[in-house]
Structures are given as structure tokens and as C-alpha cells.
């Protein structure tokens, strides 16, 4: 199984909303990222952890929380967003075997709209 | 100075056409991946390289580490090609953080 899942496919949400983003995989791998990515850009490193600790935070507003509840699941809890975030938010995963030729596995994204 | 640069930027072909992608960059790495992204979807690693070259079906990837430089071949292009196609490489010591292309949108033709 070499597939990283993404819950869900669309989200619309109000400025007050709270809602929360979901990515899973079984691949055995402890390194998981969030990438936001808009239109015709690169994607952009919000948070990475590796075995499950925080190990990147990219100066992302707080208005955007990752929790990483075990190896194969990582959250991304979304409160009080604003408009500008509407994006495309990627999962992916990778080893973390170091040497700086892991290979990351995406998940499909959740595009986001903040109303 | 960007340490990446991409060409071409957008590249249109017809069906059936050798399509080059290349990618240069001005910093030392281990290894650069080439990774496809189709209009809305997730993105798919294809490649990743550290010397040499490699193939997959229809898709040829080589890089030269000592020029710096590294680039994305298709044969026989097909429709289904049609998506942006990025190199990436892990820059500054992390393992984590990854240095992204522009990226090049290509469309094939029927």
C-alpha cells in the first residue's frame, strides 16, 4: 500500500468555523507533512513531524493547528481562517531514513474555500 | 538568486511528440526528484535521482550532478501526459524541507 488518504476531497467553511483537516497512511513511514499550494505555485511547507514530534513549523499562524495523534494519522485543525487561505492543502509522508533522499508520497489534497 | 529554475515555463506538443523538460540548480544536493501534478489533483513522485539516468515506461529522467543540472524526457507523448511537472530537491541539510521548481505545464494534443 503506497497510497496517502485525505479527508475530505472539499471543504467550505465560514470565518468562524472550526473544522479540521485529516491524512492517513500505512506505509510505516514517520515523517508526515502539510503543504498548502495555490493556483500555479509550488507547494508551500507548513509542518512537518517526524515520529510523531513537531519538527517544522514554517511561522504558519496559529489560526492553523497540526496534531499528530499516532505514526499513521496527522490532523489539521482549521479555526477562524481567512479568505486567503482557500487553497489546495496537501498530506504527505516519507520515511524519514535522513540523508536527504526520501522520497515523499502525496495524498490528493482537500481544497479548501474560507467564505 | 533562485537556487532552481525550470524550462520551459509552459510547453504544448502534439501528440505523439519527444518532450524535454529541464531543471537547473545552483546548489549542492544528494538528489533531485521529479514529480507530476495533474490540473487539481495530488501530485506524484516519478523520479528520484542521483546520478545517471532512469526510466520508467515512457518517461526518461538523467541528471548531471557536476553541471547541476537534470532533465525530464517524454517519449511517444500522449494526452494523458498533459499535467505540471516539477523537480524538486532537499536543499540546506534538511531531510524534510524540499526546494520546488516553478514547475512546467504541459499539453499534449490530440
Known amino acids: 500500500d503506497t497510497e496517502v488518504t485525505q479527508t475530505p476531497k472539499h471543504l467550505v467553511m465560514g470565518m468562524t468555523n472550526k473544522k479540521s483537516l485529516k491524512c492517513e497512511q500505512h506505509?510505516?513511514?514517520?515523517?508526515m507533512y502539510w503543504y498548502k499550494q495555490k493556483a500555479k505555485k509550488p507547494p508551500e511547507l507548513m509542518f512537518v513531524?517526524?515520529?510523531?514530534?513537531?519538527?517544522i513549523n514554517e511561522s504558519v499562524p496559529s489560526r492553523f493547528s497540526p496534531e499528530c495523534p499516532n505514526s499513521s494519522l496527522l490532523n489539521l485543525h482549521l479555526h477562524a481562517l481567512q479568505p486567503e487561505d482557500s487553497a489546495l492543502y496537501l498530506c504527505?509522508?516519507?520515511?524519514?531514513?535522513?540523508?536527504?533522499?526520501?522520497?515523499?508520497?502525496f495524498g490528493p489534497g482537500t481544497r479548501l474555500t474560507v467564505l | 538568486k533562485n537556487e532552481v529554475e525550470q524550462s520551459p515555463q509552459n510547453l504544448t506538443a502534439q501528440e505523439g511528440e519527444f518532450i524535454t523538460i529541464n531543471c537547473s540548480y545552483s546548489?549542492?544536493?544528494?538528489?533531485l526528484h521529479w514529480l507530476q501534478q495533474h490540473p487539481g489533483g495530488g501530485i506524484v513522485s516519478l523520479f528520484m535521482?542521483?546520478?545517471g539516468k532512469k526510466k520508467h515506461g515512457r518517461l526518461i529522467a538523467t541528471i548531471n550532478i557536476q553541471e547541476k543540472h537534470s532533465s525530464l524526457h517524454i517519449t511517444a507523448s500522449h494526452p494523458r501526459d498533459s499535467a505540471v511537472y516539477i523537480c524538486?530537491?532537499?536543499?540546506?541539510?534538511?531531510?524534510?524541507?524540499?526546494?520546488f521548481g516553478k514547475g512546467t505545464l504541459l499539453t499534449v494534443n490530440p
Open positions: 504527505a509522508s516519507s520515511q524519514a531514513r535522513g540523508g536527504n533522499t526520501d522520497t515523499q508520497y
Open positions: 506505509m510505516g513511514h514517520r515523517a
Open positions: 513531524y517526524s515520529y510523531e514530534k513537531l519538527s
Open positions: 546548489v549542492g544536493i544528494s538528489a
Open positions: 535521482l542521483s546520478s
Open positions: 524538486a530537491f532537499y536543499s540546506g541539510g534538511s531531510n524534510y524541507k524540499l526546494t
